[in-house]
């Protein structure tokens, strides 16, 4: 057994390595909020600066005392927690004996909007009077944002963590009961781990926020106090607002609070600009967004006791090399497979889930977190209701073309010449180019030179608006699928009824049952998996009908012909609403849950394991 | 049956059949009308000579010519990643024996229980984040695994005889030789009815390519030919001929492959 100290060492540096990638990660998100804060807040700072300070007796620039004198007395503001310093030029002003600013750096702060980040300090620029030459930075070394390496729970945590992997890995080779309890231990203290980085990381994004609403409301508040001409309008502190939004407020407490504002979580905080003057400072809380970083660190967090879980069954292996080595092939041979369905199948339920939860537009940067809004919305919008009852309507040419799909099927069965052609014939459409279908339907059904208005014209009917009269459009698209879907169905019939074995045909025969019978009591019921699948799968691409749609009809006239596919295409891409879009889709899922999962139990039943 | 019920049955379904028949049928003779008698009423299919200037009009309206360069590279791609991707997945599920293959197939299934329409918005996000919109990648990269192709060939798979591969084992090949000398050779039908299948899903597929094609040069046959549609709305003989054309590779091959396609549905199915 010199294998086992070999597969203990690798658990033992996988445990490791996996607890400290978690904290790694978890520190890094953390000081990136912290970064995010510091650059929202040396642009707030700069904006307040250029606002506050007199300007020098010639030129544009400041009057550098003053500038001076400003900075100081930011840094001794009750409540300011930041440190600040500001370079005029390169030269930094408060600490003169520190190093200078690189020409180059103003020259790259001139280029960029906004501030920029490095080596634990942001720089943003500080334009002249004019808004029109960078004079200068302002530089922000943000203090108390990010939580340290082992701040907050994550200290227990780990104690509990590495408890818990040295017990799994000292059960190793033991008892099998003893090594499953330790092993299940092991992995929930990985996803309690994993979840105390996330609160520290959750925690660093809500201060950011706060830390930034707060450090704004001073400032405002300052500003209103200094300037000379008295009481700064809306316009002047937009600038100091950067990315958020500035309303009319009243007073109420002065802490940052979390609100909901029109649906969309907000973090809110009141600033007073004088006794009777109060204004409300909104913006996008970034916690909201932290959700991502879970899904991160909960798999690098369950690194550790998945290795030791895998040592474990290593060990046990270890004996029958054969059944490692087919296990390692078996990996390899999945290996394709298994990553395409976890990165384009499984991930995008998990994102519909997470988009469908936000306001997320292309076009927007700001994806806040609305909860339940998008569904709420949905079920209160009459169009989609309109969609799901026109979608379930379509739905009904399954069992009508499923009746002469089987009809012909018992009758074409045979293998004359005949039948056969006429089987070639009426799976062509289903042969065929979709949209080459929808444009020949589409003339045919033309109300004034169409075919089919002709047709109907020799015996007196008509004419009739097929497409363009909201009582026919949806069963003209429902005669194109039957039309298509009728040789596909056949073709499924065909199998099954040469599965059923003649003898059973014709010994009823000789019973003397009649065609009529024979089909009811042996054909029908021997047919009816086969029936069954092609009324499942039927149903489940019914109702996603989507191409017929947006060729013939674009879901009109009115919303006659509108379907979930064509509502949900929309929803994402002409209105860009890809959290609503998300939720239809999920609604989508639970509405065919039933017909998928009927798919599924069929599918099982034909495979066989060994 | 009775002779003269079944001759009546007969009847019917060959009157089914020529209905099938009929559209395509005035699909080629709008092709080849003259542009404004195609309006004339009732409709006489062909008055005078035949136009067949309609074809290269339409096909070239609209770059055509790499329409169906893309359609052919997207389809094609696929067909190559799908076989290769399920035939491997497969011959695991299939012959060896591992830890949880059972309950890993059952999860491979279960991607069944999301309807395809369910996935388009998140993957198009998934896509766009990649960078990936408006190129072959993005065209491909989303369609190179079919969990019905993994299906139908494990179900195809345990068919073999194990005997062939205990011999190749007898003489120490490894599981990769086994599956390339021994089973992919035995297995040349199924894959080429999954060929055959994807192949065609491939092409008729509409959705997915409109909304990832963003670019005249990125856009398949099926996308083109509706963009056609909305370009020359009352212009039916252009729309018809550019439907023709475009319906020609898949009946061609729907004809020379018929029997792979009908195994191919037939295995869906019932099998």
Redesign the interface.
């Known amino acids: 057994m010199t294998a086992l100290p070999r597969w203990r060492a690798g658990a033992l540096l996988a445990a490791a390595g996996s607890a400290l990638l978690t904290l790694a990660l978890a520190r890094w998100a953390a000081r990136r909020y912290e970064a995010a804060f510091a650059r929202r807040s040396a642009a707030t700072t700069a904006a307040y600066l250029a606002l506050v300070t007199p300007p020098a007796p010639v030129g544009a620039d400041y009057s550098l005392p003053q500038l001076f004198i400003q900075t100081r007395s930011l840094n001794a503001l009750p409540g300011w927690t930041p440190r600040v310093e500001v370079y005029h030029g390169t030269a930094p002003l408060l600490e003169a004996g520190a190093p200078p600013l690189t020409p180059g750096v103003l020259d790259r702060l001139r280029g960029q909007a906004g501030a920029s980040w490095r080596r634990g300090v942001a720089l943003a620029p500080l334009f002249d009077r004019d808004r029109w030459d960078v004079v200068g930075a302002v530089a922000i070394r943000p203090v108390g944002i990010a939580p340290g390496w082992l701040g907050g729970w994550t200290l227990p945590a780990l104690a509990l963590l590495a408890a818990a992997a040295l017990g799994a890995l000292r059960t190793l080779g033991g008892e099998w009961e003893a090594v499953r309890r330790a092993l299940m231990a092991y992995g929930a203290a990985g996803v309690l781990f994993g979840a105390a980085a996330y609160v520290n990381v959750q925690q660093a994004a809500r201060a950011s926020t706060d830390q930034w609403l707060a450090d704004a409301r001073l400032l405002m508040q300052e500003a209103s106090a200094r300037l000379p001409q008295g009481r700064p309008t809306l316009v002047d502190l937009a600038p100091l607002a950067g990315g958020a939004q500035v309303a009319p407020g009243d007073s109420a407490t002065t802490r940052p609070t979390r609100q909901q504002v029109g649906g969309v979580p907000s973090a809110v905080v009141e600033v007073r600009l004088s006794s009777r003057r109060w204004v409300e400072l909104r913006t996008a809380p970034a916690e909201a967004g932290a959700l991502p970083w879970l899904a991160l660190l909960l798999p690098l967090a369950l690194i550790g006791p998945l290795a030791a879980w895998g040592a474990v069954?290593a060990e046990r292996e270890a004996a029958r090399p054969q059944?490692l080595r087919?296990?390692a092939?078996?990996?390899g041979?999945?290996a394709?497979?298994?990553l395409?369905?976890a990165?384009?199948?499984?991930?995008?339920?998990l994102?519909?889930v997470y988009?469908s939860l936000h306001r997320w537009s292309?076009v927007e940067q700001e994806r806040p977190f609305v909860g339940l809004a998008n569904f709420d919305q949905l079920v209160r919008d009459p169009a989609v209701w309109i969609a799901l009852r026109n979608t379930a309507l379509y739905t009904l040419t399954v069992p009508v073309t499923m009746v002469?799909a089987l009809?012909?099927a018992?009758?074409?069965g045979r293998r004359t010449w005949?039948?056969r052609?006429?089987r070639?014939?009426?799976?062509?459409?289903y042969?065929?180019?979709?949209?080459?279908?929808a444009?020949?339907?589409?003339?045919?059904y033309?109300a004034?030179?169409?075919?089919i208005n002709?047709v109907l014209?020799l015996v007196g009917v008509g004419p009739v608006d097929w497409l363009g009269s909201p009582n026919t459009a949806l069963v003209a698209l429902m005669i194109v699928s039957l039309?298509v879907q009728?040789?596909?169905q056949m073709?499924?019939f065909?199998?099954?009824l040469q599965?059923i074995p003649r003898d059973y045909l014709d010994a009823a025969r000789v019973d003397g049952a009649g065609?009529w019978r024979r089909l009811r009591t042996i054909t029908l019921p021997l047919l009816k998996p086969?029936t069954l699948?092609?009324f499942v799968?039927g149903i489940?691409s019914a109702?996603?009908v989507?191409?017929y749609v947006?060729?013939l009809t674009g879901g009109g006239p009115g919303h006659a012909t509108d379907v979930?596919?064509y509502r949900?295409?929309q929803a994402?891409?002409a209105f860009l609403q890809?959290g609503s879009?998300?939720a239809l889709?999920?609604l989508?899922?639970v509405v065919?849950?039933g017909a998928?999962?009927g798919?599924?139990r069929l599918?099982?039943r034909?495979?066989?394991?060994d | 049956m009775t002779k003269a019920g079944e001759r009546f049955a007969l009847g019917l379904v060959l009157l089914a059949a020529l209905a099938t028949v009929l559209p395509f049928l005035y699909m080629l003779a709008t092709a080849l009308t003259g542009q404004w008698e195609a309006f004339r009423y009732p409709p006489a299919l062909i008055r005078g000579r035949a136009h067949f200037e309609n074809f290269p009009a339409a096909l070239t309206a609209l770059p055509f010519d790499r329409f169906f360069l893309n359609s052919a590279i997207v389809a094609t791609c696929v067909v190559v990643g799908q076989l290769f991707t399920s035939a491997m997945a497969a011959y695991a599920f299939a012959r060896l024996r591992f830890p949880g293959r059972d309950r890993l197939f059952l999860g491979f299934l279960s991607v069944l229980l999301v309807p395809a329409l369910v996935l388009l918005v998140p993957r198009f996000l998934i896509v766009n984040a990649l960078g990936w919109v408006d190129t072959y990648a993005g065209l491909i990269s989303t369609e190179l695994v079919s969990v019905w192709g993994i299906f139908l060939l494990r179900q195809f798979f345990r068919t073999i005889p194990r005997e062939l591969e205990d011999a190749a084992r007898l003489d120490g090949a490894g599981e990769w030789t086994i599956f390339r000398r021994v089973v992919l050779p035995l297995s040349k039908p199924a894959l080429a009815t999954l060929a055959v299948l994807s192949f065609v899903d491939q092409w008729k597929s509409f959705l997915w390519p409109l909304v990832i094609a963003r670019s005249t040069e990125m856009q398949v046959v099926e996308v083109g030919l509706a963009n056609l549609h909305g370009l020359y709305y009352a212009n039916w003989p252009y729309q018809m001929a550019a439907a023709v054309t475009a319906t020609v590779p898949l009946l061609l091959l729907y004809l020379v492959a018929q029997r792979y396609f009908i195994r191919g549905i037939q295995m869906t199915g019932v099998t």
Do not use: C, K, N
């Open positions: 069954w059944r087919e296990t092939a078996a990996w041979f999945l394709p497979a298994t395409h369905l990165i384009f199948s499984f991930a995008p339920i994102l519909a988009v292309l002469l009809g012909a018992l009758a074409l005949t039948a052609l006429a070639t014939a009426v799976f062509l459409p042969a065929s180019s979709v949209v080459a279908v444009l020949v339907w589409q003339w045919m033309h004034d030179f169409g075919a002709w014209s039309w009728a040789g596909y073709t499924v065909l199998a099954g599965a065609a086969v699948f092609v799968t489940i109702f996603q989507f191409t947006y060729v979930v596919a949900l295409y994402a891409w890809f879009a998300s889709s999920l989508l899922f065919l849950f998928t999962w798919q599924l599918l099982e034909r495979v066989q394991y």
